[in-house]
């Protein structure tokens, strides 16, 4: 099995493939004065197996368009959709996040969390804009440092898987030269790493090892999830997802 096949298996029947929370996605939906006079026009880009997509529908009177790129997670993302009695809301596009089929200045929102970090903050954030009517909210989780200097251990990892990481302060530039005003941030509480998302995943080593018969390929991916989290726990301190809200102009 391909390695990409092999992490796909490991978190589609997970409630959520990042950290994050319902809570969490409540509270960043309370920090958008969002008029509801009509339905309003999302999409949820990179939505996984769905978690967050199900809070919007629950939350607003919309039609949501859930992408993702692979359809395992949309396929799950139907059932549960289903299960709660809200598929009439969101409908499903498998497609790249690279090149969304939207009309221009069609949406009144764009929900990412997560994921925009596949094809980069600024070049998301950049792209994307076009899809949004005026005044139109973007609201994105992204991995973030909390301070200005940290441990040179975290600093490498995280320089390597992704040099885009930075401050708040630099996300909220990057926001602003592209023709966005912040109206909101706050920071994913640890519970949202550990017990929403790591927990989750430690319980679910075993059965996968079992699945695939303890593979060299299922090992690999196993020991590089342990030692995500080995990193996380140990330097929490400095780094979190940041969720920013922002309008545009
Ligand atoms: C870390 S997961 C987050 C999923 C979900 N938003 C959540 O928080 O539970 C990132 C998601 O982005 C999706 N993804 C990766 N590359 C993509 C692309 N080029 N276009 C669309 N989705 C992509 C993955 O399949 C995955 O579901």
Redesign the pocket.
């Known amino acids: 099995m391909e390695n990409l096949q092999l992490l796909?298996d490991f978190?589609v029947n997970?409630?959520?493939?990042?950290?994050?929370s319902d809570l969490d996605t409540a509270k960043a939906l309370s920090l958008m004065p969002i008029a509801c006079e009509s339905k309003l026009q999302i999409a949820?880009?990179?939505?996984?197996?769905?978690?967050?997509?199900l809070v919007l529908a629950k939350e607003l009177q919309a039609d949501i368009t859930a992408?993702?790129?692979?359809p395992e997670?949309l396929e799950k993302l139907t059932e549960r959709a289903k299960a709660s009695g809200l598929e009439g809301k969101i409908k499903i596009l498998e497609?790249?996040?690279?090149e969304l089929p939207f009309e221009n200045e069609s949406l009144d929102i764009i929900w990412?969390?997560?994921?925009i970090?596949?094809?980069g903050f600024e070049n998301g954030v950049k792209n994307w804009k076009k899809f949004l009517k005026p005044n139109g909210y973007l609201a994105v989780?992204e991995i973030t440092w909390l301070s200005e200097s940290r441990p040179k251990e975290i600093e490498d990892h995280w320089n390597s898987e992704y040099p885009e990481i930075c401050t708040a302060s630099t996300k909220f530039s990057v926001l602003e030269r592209n023709g966005f005003s912040p109206v909101g941030y706050f920071i994913l509480p640890e519970s949202s790493w550990i017990e929403e998302y790591y927990n989750p995943i430690e319980n679910r080593f075993d059965k996968f090892l079992n699945d695939h018969q303890h593979s060299e390929a299922a090992k690999e991916l196993i020991s590089i999830e342990k030692e995500e989290i080995r990193l996380y726990k140990k330097y929490k301190d400095y780094l979190s997802y940041g969720f920013y809200i922002a309008k545009k102009l």
């Open positions: 796909i978190h997970a409630k959520r493939q990042g950290p994050g949820d880009i990179g939505c996984g197996s769905g978690a967050q997509t992408v993702d790129l692979f997670f497609a790249s996040m690279e990412s969390e997560g994921a970090y596949n094809m989780s």
